[in-house]
């Protein structure tokens, strides 16, 4: 089993900053892919950005260019930088993770609320 426990949400003006962190904790060595998921009023859940344990990265194109994920495999976080932010990145943001054998794992969520 792996637990997943998000911070750094809250409430950011339009064009700030805001630095989400996950901390996972359990069964770490089975961990491979973590990712920052993202769910708005009304909407389905999308991907905001991915990383595997090489430091590979995939981005949704709205946040591509604005949003840094980061993973640190000796403190066992990932970490999402979002920078330029706008209203429509308001949403609850939810760290995932990924094991081998196979097995999916979620954070509670963390959210974040844009004001234009």
């Known amino acids: 089993q792996v637990q997943l426990v998000e911070s750094g949400g809250g409430l950011v003006q339009a064009g700030g900053s805001l630095r989400l962190s996950c901390a996972a904790s359990?069964?770490?060595?089975?961990?491979?892919?973590m990712a920052w998921y993202r769910q708005a009023p009304g909407k389905q859940r999308e991907l905001v950005a991915a990383i595997n344990t090489g430091g590979t990265t995939n981005y949704a194109a709205s946040v591509k260019g604005r949003f840094t994920i980061s993973r640190d495999n000796a403190k066992n976080t990932v970490s999402l930088q979002m920078n330029s932010v706008n209203p429509e990145d308001t949403a609850v943001y939810y760290c995932?993770?990924?094991?081998?054998?196979?097995?999916?794992?979620w954070g509670q969520g963390t959210q974040v609320t844009v004001s234009s």
């Open positions: 359990g069964d770490i060595r089975s961990v491979n892919a």
């Open positions: 995932y993770a990924v094991s081998i054998p196979l097995r999916k794992y």
